[in-house]
């Protein structure tokens, strides 16, 4: 198996709840129906959208940002759904909150701001989508 599909493997099965960063409360959006799909297969889903914060997204309350989510949930894994060049903060809170994986969603490629995870110790997936994976594996 090689190294990445095995760090999928490792995240689906170790994870059980996701930040979706850039998560839309419209339905037609690919960030809502991976997110729906992930919930449907057991995982908390956790909206972090700064537009949508304080609304009910998938059942689940948004909030603004990395931080504010994690003060009230422990996140496993933080998935993004937002343009590369909006990734370096995002990885910022993520390693203030010292989420063990950072997952960037199909078409989403930033590399210094995955080398800048990694030193952090924080596991990353650059240009897949987690569902997709998620259905690979099972």
């Not at 919930?39 to 914060?53: D, F, K, L, S, T």
Request: aromatic share 6%; charged share 20%.
């Amino acid at each position: 198996m090689p190294m990445e599909q095995s760090l999928i493997a490792e995240i689906l099965s170790q994870s059980k709840t996701i930040a979706v960063v850039g998560l839309s409360s419209k339905t037609s959006r690919p960030s809502h129906g991976v997110a729906a799909y992930m919930q449907a297969h057991g995982y908390r889903i956790i909206p972090v959208n700064p537009r949508e914060a304080g609304n009910v997204i998938l059942g689940e309350h948004c909030y603004p940002d990395l931080i504010a989510a994690a003060a009230e949930h422990r996140i496993d894994i933080v998935d993004c759904f937002r343009n590369a060049a909006d990734i370096p903060p995002i990885v910022e809170e993520a390693i203030q909150i010292a989420a063990p994986y950072l997952w960037m969603q199909s078409g989403i490629v930033n590399a210094e701001a995955a080398v800048r995870a990694e030193a952090a110790g924080i596991k990353v997936v650059m240009n897949r989508c987690i569902k997709i994976e998620h259905l690979y594996q099972h």
